[in-house]
């Protein structure tokens, strides 16, 4: 059976931030299954779009900076869905104990402007893995990690784990606020973004030796991510939170190759002392409600 899915035309949906890989791909993804487009960049951000028309008529270029609601509320203008996913400010690339208080600062002006929005179906909020994993007794927990789990906040801030706390606590709020407001909102808490530009200085892989230990370290392609947004932006019957990554690295090998792809230098932070290691590490993290929703989706990637 097809999932049921939003009536598209006409539709104009806004991605913020889009100057990022992220937000590029899901700005052509969406031109080109007929969407109007509303591309909100920071103020020094630049929108990439390899292969679409400079002219494309369905797509609007907005500048929009997350602590100015005013121009929030202007890039969402007679947009029935928002795909949100936060971008560091450029005065303020990394993350650290900080961070938190600038991400939620953020959400909350975009959550707010939603609700002030009127034509706003719905909110597709790009969360993290890193939101769902860490806590004291991660290591004793019956069942594996899913969408119904969070991070402990103490326990992040303990351990310096400041990428985790900014998508905890932020995420946390946009759920707050959402629910307070009346927002339809569905969150994608994505693995590890893999890309040309990962390094092992990515604030995510801050404690990968302990997530491979655990079974719990994921990657997600580009394209598996963008669908999964457009999935359950489309499909009425999505809620909640969704876990989305489509690879689990659970053996030596994988581990190995990951911290290569990083960079030479990677092998002090991923596992690498075992030798010959042949152990493959019991996942204990599963996707399983994405999954049943993308059944039937057909990606944008394959109508080209």
């Not at 097809?2 to 899901?26: F, H, K, Y």
């Not at 969406?30 to 951000?45: C, P």
């Not at 008529?57 to 100015?68: E, G, I, N, P, V």
């Not at 075992?274 to 993290?285: A, N, S, T, V």
């Amino acid at each position: 059976m097809a999932p049921a899915v939003l009536d598209q035309t006409p539709n104009t949906v806004c991605v913020m931030d889009a100057s990022g890989r992220l937000g590029s791909t899901l700005v052509q993804h969406l031109l080109q299954r007929g969407y109007n487009v509303n591309a909100a960049v920071q103020t020094s951000g630049k929108l990439q779009l390899d292969g679409l028309p400079c002219d494309n008529k369905k797509l609007k270029m907005f500048h929009a900076d997350l602590f100015d609601y005013q121009s929030i509320i202007e890039a969402l203008k007679g947009c029935s869905g928002l795909f949100y996913t936060f971008e560091p400010p450029q005065d303020q690339p990394n993350y650290d104990e900080f961070m938190a208080d600038v991400e939620v600062r953020a959400a909350h002006n975009v959550l707010e402007a939603c609700a002030q929005t009127d034509t706003i179906d719905k909110v597709i909020f790009t969360s993290s893995v890193t939101a769902v994993i860490w806590k004291d007794d991660r290591k004793s927990i019956a069942s594996d990690f899913d969408e119904r789990h969070w991070s402990d906040i103490n326990f992040c801030r303990k351990f310096k784990l400041w990428h985790a706390l900014s998508k905890t606590i932020a995420e946390k709020a946009a759920w707050a606020l959402a629910m307070d407001r009346g927002v339809s909102m569905v969150s994608i808490n994505a693995g590890l973004l893999k890309g040309p530009d990962l390094t092992i200085k990515n604030p995510y892989l801050k404690g990968a030796a302990e997530m491979y230990e655990d079974g719990v370290l994921v990657t997600v392609d580009l394209n598996v991510l963008v669908d999964a947004q457009i999935c359950v932006f489309e499909d009425i019957s999505s809620y909640g939170r969704y876990l989305c990554f489509n690879h689990v690295i659970n053996q030596h090998e994988d581990a190995m190759k990951l911290a290569s792809m990083l960079t030479p230098a990677a092998s002090s932070s991923l596992p690498q002392s075992y030798g010959e290691d042949m152990r493959i590490i019991q996942q204990r993290i599963s996707n399983k409600k994405l999954n049943k929703l993308m059944v039937d989706f057909e990606s944008s990637s394959k109508m080209d």
